[in-house]
């Protein structure tokens, strides 16, 4: 396996920064919160450390994938509905037949996850977005928590 | 995309606190560790940073879900199911028809996530419960690693 | 539930240090990575805390698991391809009928966790390894960054 390494850079954690993002979601859909959280880290004065992301629910959840072909988010929703249809015969129906997919799809694809920060920017890769998925089929109201470790600027 | 912020908050990370529990889970079966993960932000003397958690298996995962209807629980197992049936032609299956699904669901749940703790206390929505999910049709001892990165009350 | 703690350590957060790993998959494969994980935390002159990788792409993934047993990989690698056939009938399909199943696959199997460190070293269970999971059909160079943060030996 061919590989290499960049070197290693060190700094001191100075700080611990915290906010909440309330954001109305629409139904069935994956948001882009990039901007957010670039936001975020820039208010931040983040310089070097990791942004740490954690959504407050069991039918949303958090995932980084492509930011540039739309039909890409299609076919993930797609593929979602296909794991877990809501014709299945699921127990847990009393909240509609969305329910219980949304709690699949939630469980499948993560309620928490970190991105690296050098030098005050994200260390996304050149087509990664962070995206709030929606598995409900109507709009709710989402809450996410960001956090930042590390030096500040 | 209607959305609204709270403050910044900022603190100084001035301790990380380790512990390793070790539970005896039940076989195929979401076993709820919120009032342990407590216990442990508690006694680590927590106020704002985030709770990391990891376990230390390739056949168990930890899960945050619905708290509140067991049926839940029991569709998010058979849905796992159906993705990974016990009678699909697997090659590895020398430790039994129930070891390589068990193997698929972990690589699908995952083994490490983290929780931010604010104000000494879970930041967890309400419906939202830490689980550890085994994966086994027997009980197995399983370790899990909690640590707290933060300021201290 | 019979359960056992161990006690809590403590430690002072002295350090974030950062580097990034750019390696050249084979295509669709699972290609372990621990020996240059241990290598970074070894390097940095890691004590205890946690290690931090994330891979900045969308085609491609972290996954911890079974180390020993080859079939364990190559059966989850036939799991995901179930869930994500190459002949679905994908919109997206002009970056090659391997790109969109690339996409789930990492959706569903994640770009972010973390391991503890204790001692000096990963605190991964017996049979866990660290793998990059390659899902396009064809070799990439893939980066991970990888931070550690915690106290210094």
């Known amino acids: 396996m061919r ?19 309330a954001i ?4 069935s859909s ?7 959280v670039v936001r975020f880290v820039t ?20 995932v980084i994938q492509e930011n540039a072909d739309p039909d890409v988010r ?14 299945a015969a699921w127990v847990h129906d009393s909240e509609g037949p969305d329910d219980m997919p949304a709690h699949v799809k ?9 991105v690296p920060v050098i030098g005050g920017a994200l260390a996304l890769g050149t087509w990664q977005g962070i995206y709030i998925a929606e598995h409900r089929a109507r709009p709710h ?8 470790m590390g030096s500040t600027l």
Do not use: Y
């Open 106 to 114: 939630t469980m499948l694809t993560g309620v928490s996850l970190h």
């Open 3 to 21: 590989q290499s390494w960049s070197p290693i850079t060190r700094c001191v954690p100075k700080v611990i920064a915290t906010a909440t993002l």
């Open 30 to 36: 994956f948001t882009e919160i990039t901007p957010e």
């Open 43 to 62: 208010e931040s004065g983040a310089k070097d450390g990791a942004l740490f992301l954690f959504v407050r629910h069991t039918s949303a959840s958090l």
């Open 141 to 148: 109201r989402r809450e996410i928590v960001l956090q930042f």
């Open 74 to 87: 299609s076919d993930l929703a797609n593929a979602l509905d296909r794991i877990a249809p809501a014709n």
């Open 24 to 27: 109305d979601s629409s139904g």
